[in-house]
């Protein structure tokens, strides 16, 4: 089928989709692309998007974040995959988690990313970051971590580390010190925690990181 030819602002939509994801490794927003391609409002944004799906040239899936999926061949059209969200973290003071076993039950919703970004892991999950205890590792408030979930890390990984006393999951640099672990933010504002090795159990390591564009 002879796909019908795009006006400039659809071309432009298009080029921004493919380089962005080019460049990042996942959609953009409807935000990104209204930004990005300065155009004056989110509907008209989806108007565009509605023609360039209709025109075979994007897929767009509605209950996956960013679910913005190129169709045409050609730069920036890479294979994605699909990743569960399942949850928030604390990137600031640690906030409640249900139960350790909880983190592989369903997602809240779901990610579509380049699998490069998963870095052929097998076990990948994904959270939101709630607070600013990591923002000089350009981790803010909002952002999207991509984890693999393992039970071990080196020092220096970022893990999401499970506090058992606490009841409590943290998003932090994980150090061994002599018989005390310490879990560092990345923010002068914020203190480490300290703990024991055995108060601590690693519930993933970050891989990815998807930034909320401003």
């Given amino acids: 089928m002879t796909r019908k030819a795009l006006s400039p602002k659809q ?11 080019d460049t990042r490794g996942y959609p953009p927003t409807v935000r990104d692309i209204l930004t990005g391609c300065k155009i004056s409002s989110t509907s008209v944004v989806a108007y565009n998007l509605a023609r360039l799906e209709a025109a075979g040239h994007i897929r767009r899936h509605a209950d996956i974040s960013r679910g913005i999926e190129l169709v045409s061949n050609g730069p920036g059209n890479r294979n994605t995959v699909t990743v ?3 949850g928030e973290i604390a990137a600031g003071e640690p906030i409640p988690v249900p139960d350790v076993d909880s983190w592989n039950t369903i997602a809240s919703e779901e990610l579509s990313i380049t699998e490069d970004l998963t870095r052929s892991k097998q076990k990948v999950y994904a959270l939101r970051v709630k607070g600013n205890s990591m923002i000089d ?3 803010k408030d909002g952002d999207i971590v991509v984890m693999e979930y393992t ?3 080196d020092d220096g990984d970022m893990v999401a580390a499970w506090l058992k006393a606490e009841k409590e999951v943290t998003l932090k640099r994980l150090f061994r ?3 005390r672990i310490r879990l560092e933010p990345a923010n002068s504002q ?8 055995d108060n601590v159990e690693v519930q993933g390591k970050v891989i990815t990181v998807i930034r909320q564009l401003a």
Avoid at 12 to 21: N, T
Avoid at 190 to 197: A, F, G, K, L, S
Wanted: charged share 15%.
């Fill in 151 to 153: 039970t071990s890390a």
């Fill in 84 to 86: 569960p969200v399942i």
């Fill in 11 to 21: 071309g432009r939509i298009l080029q921004f989709i493919r380089r962005f994801i």
């Fill in 177 to 179: 010190e002599n018989n």
């Fill in 190 to 197: 914020v203190q480490p925690i300290y703990t024991t090795p």
């Fill in 137 to 139: 590792a350009l981790i």
